[in-house]
C-alpha cells in the first residue's frame, strides 16, 4: 500500500486549501483513510478519517472547517480546509488502514510523506 500526498503550502489566515491523498492498494484491502498533522513541538494528532463506507471523523478543533471525502474511483481522500488558522500550521501526513482481504482481521498501518501547511496570521 502506497500513499502519495499533496497540496500543501502557504496561506494566509482565513484562507483554504485541499489536500489529496492517492491510495495505491494493489492486493489489500483499505478501510479507514485519514489525515493527521504533527506541528512543531507537538505530538501527532487525528485530523479526520473517513471509512470505506464513508462515515466520517473529524477533531473538535477543525470541524466546521474542515471536510474529508473519499473518491473511490480515483483511490482519493481530499481534506478540503476552510478558514485555516495560524494553528492549523502542521506537516500534515496521509494515513490508511488496510488488511491483506476484505475479512482479515489483521489491520495495518500505512502513512504517506508528509506534506507541510504553513497558515500566517
Known amino acids: 500500500v502506497q500513499l502519495q500526498a499533496s497540496g500543501g503550502g502557504l496561506v494566509q489566515a482565513g484562507g483554504s486549501l485541499r489536500l489529496s491523498c492517492v491510495v495505491t492498494?494493489?492486493?489489500?484491502?483499505?478501510?479507514?483513510i485519514g489525515w493527521y498533522r504533527q506541528a512543531p513541538g507537538k505530538q501527532r494528532e487525528l485530523v479526520a478519517d473517513i471509512s470505506s463506507f464513508g462515515s466520517t471523523n473529524l477533531a473538535d478543533s477543525v470541524k466546521g472547517r474542515f471536510t474529508i471525502s473519499r473518491d473511490n474511483s480515483k483511490n482519493t481522500v481530499y481534506l478540503q480546509m476552510n478558514n485555516l488558522k495560524p494553528e492549523d500550521t502542521a506537516v500534515y501526513y496521509c494515513?490508511?488502514?488496510?488488511?491483506?482481504?476484505?475479512?482479515?482481521?489483521?489491520?495495518?498501518?500505512?502513512w504517506g510523506q508528509g506534506t507541510l501547511v504553513t497558515v500566517s496570521s
Open positions: 492498494a494493489t492486493t489489500f484491502t483499505v478501510h479507514t
Open positions: 494515513h490508511a488502514v488496510a488488511s491483506r482481504t476484505a475479512i482479515a482481521t489483521t489491520r495495518y498501518d500505512y
